[in-house]
């Protein structure tokens, strides 16, 4: 496609054909959607499993992992989860102790999940969590 090309038609099936590449190739790293509920004042996790695009499991061996939940996308503040990984299995874990769930605001926020290595950082998970209020301290 990247040689020099007298024909117009050649070069659209040039550009139809990497385009075709590049929306695969974003199908196979966009996040997962997934809307979560926390319990004030319990304890929460959980876990899912991150897979290549043939369906087998991610190895993270070389990835670290972060989670952060915000009252708006645009928001400063944020609450970090305690994040753990099982490297062959592609597992990630994303948790809060009773104690940090207790100080989080009863309402609706987004979450992301990113696996990170030096070269690259995906979205693996995304989506709303509703804190359901405490009634009982």
């Not at 207790?102 to 950082?121: F, L, M, N, P, Q």
Request: charged share 20%; glycine share 6%; aromatic share 8%.
């Amino acid at each position: 496609c990247y040689h020099i090309s007298g024909s117009i038609l050649y070069s659209l099936q040039c550009s139809f054909i990497i385009n075709k590449i590049i929306t695969q190739l974003k199908s196979i790293y966009m996040a997962t959607t997934k809307n979560l509920v926390i319990d004030q004042g319990q304890t929460f996790t959980f876990a899912f499993s991150v897979k290549n695009a043939d369906g087998t499991a991610k190895d993270l061996t070389t990835y670290t992992v972060a989670s952060q939940m915000r009252k708006s996308y645009h928001a400063l503040t944020a609450v970090s989860f305690t994040t753990s990984k099982v490297d062959i299995t592609g597992e990630i874990t994303i948790s809060l102790t009773n104690t940090e769930s207790s100080g989080i605001k009863h309402g609706r926020y987004v979450y992301d999940v990113e696996i990170s290595s030096v070269a690259d950082t995906l979205r693996v998970r995304e989506g709303i969590i509703t804190v359901t209020p405490e009634v009982t301290k």
